[in-house]
């Protein structure tokens, strides 16, 4: 553990504020937050993460690594950022030496996150890596023994775990209020017609498409929801819409995950449809999120009419906050890179799957 953590964390205990790893119950914040240096300064850096971490209590803003250097004046200017926390991806290893950063969190195209995730881990820098976690198997694994081996934390960007509705769902596994789940609908993505042909989201070799994109909200909450894991996924490619456009990568892919014993997820994923659901069918009822994977307004409903509305403010500022709190009190985060592999492993059995019109065993 790095020696700035450790002194939080003996901070932490000094004063009697170690408490349960939760997202529901959260400590008062200590004297010195973490410091968090964004890596790629997107548009869910610039108008989701940076504006989420105005309100976190357990880590701030400290630092940029860009390979836009156009993009820092404004971004010092908008957060106070100082010179000596500014770096581009060329000088990014000289982070190591900056006790002001505690993290690097990796928010860049899926297809460099490996080399990233690396990099950052090999600074002895925590690592928050934005989902999905990388492009294959072998990628993700790299990233877990980098972090390993450097001794520092891996969390993956899955806000969704963090948002209270979907843990209040998760709960259900345990209390089983309707019975046991009998079957699984769960659908991600959003309505538009494909992106320039430039954007790394039309590139395959990037990550881009439905399923790298948005299939993971989908895979990730039918596994999270249910406690389970697949043992075999279809998958297909419905007709086109655009196929002008979308040359390289997935349009839409509906596919179905096997949880064995007769529970069957049916799935989907598309960046030109507008999926966004979760429901759990069950002996005595059902439950669902609807939308699922929004940034905002979450909500959860029942068959008896229960409604659990959106949360005030942003899902990122928990799930920062619960990710800095790991840190601080020496725990295990929410979402470990087990979790992001996992997810990776079926998105590419899917890819099989659909190509080869066979069901693909895990």
Same mark, same amino acid.
Do not use: C
């Given at each position: 553990m790095p020696s700035i953590t450790r002194r939080h964390f003996l901070q932490l205990t000094g004063s009697g504020l170690l408490i349960a790893h939760s997202p529901y119950l959260l400590a008062q914040p200590p004297k010195n937050k973490l410091g968090v240096a964004l890596l790629g300064l997107g548009n869910y850096s610039t108008n989701l993460l940076a504006p989420a971490l105005k309100h976190t209590k357990y880590c701030e803003l400290r630092g940029i690594i860009t390979g836009s250097e156009e993009k820092i004046p404004q971004w010092q200017r908008k957060h106070g950022i100082k010179d000596s926390n500014v770096y581009t991806y060329r000088t990014m290893a000289e982070i190591a030496n900056n006790d002001d950063i505690d993290i690097i969190y990796v928010v860049t195209p899926t297809g460099t996150h490996k080399d990233f995730a690396v990099q950052a881990a090999n600074t002895s820098k925590h690592v928050w890596c934005e989902k999905p976690m990388a492009m294959d198997s072998k990628e993700c694994q790299a990233i877990i023994d980098a972090c390993k081996s450097n001794n520092v934390t891996l969390s993956i960007g899955y806000r969704m775990q963090h948002e209270p509705n979907t843990r209040t769902f998760r709960q259900y596994l345990k209390t089983k209020p309707y019975g046991n789940i009998t079957a699984v609908s769960s659908f991600a993505g959003y309505a538009g017609q494909g992106r320039a042909k430039d954007n790394w989201r039309m590139k395959k070799h990037m990550g881009g498409g439905a399923l790298y994109d948005m299939g993971v909200y989908a895979i990730n909450?039918?596994? #999270? %929801? /249910? =406690?389970?894991? @697949?043992?075999?996924?279809?998958?297909?490619? @419905? $007709?086109q819409r655009f196929p002008e456009k979308f040359t390289e990568v997935d349009e839409t892919t509906l596919f179905t995950m096997d949880f064995g014993g007769g529970l069957v997820a049916d799935c989907g994923t598309?960046?030109?449809? =507008?999926?966004?659901? #979760?429901k759990a069918d069950c002996e005595d009822g059902w439950y669902q999120l609807k939308p699922m994977q929004s940034y905002s307004g979450v909500t959860g409903t029942t068959s008896?009419?229960?409604? %659990? $509305? @959106?949360?005030?403010?942003?899902?990122? /500022?928990?799930?920062?906050?619960?990710?800095? %709190?790991?840190? %601080? /009190? =020496?725990?295990? $985060?929410?979402? /470990? =890179?087990?979790?992001g592999l996992a997810d990776i492993k079926i998105v590419n059995a899917i890819f099989e799957a659909a190509k080869t019109g066979r069901t693909v065993t895990l």
């Open positions: 909450s039918a596994r #999270f %929801l /249910t =406690g389970r894991e @697949p043992v075999a996924v279809t998958g297909n490619h @419905p $007709p598309s960046v030109v449809k =507008g999926f966004n659901h #979760f008896d009419e229960k409604v %659990l $509305p @959106p949360i005030d403010g942003m899902q990122q /500022t928990l799930q920062m906050d619960n990710d800095a %709190l790991a840190i %601080l /009190t =020496g725990r295990q $985060p929410m979402v /470990t =890179g087990s979790e």
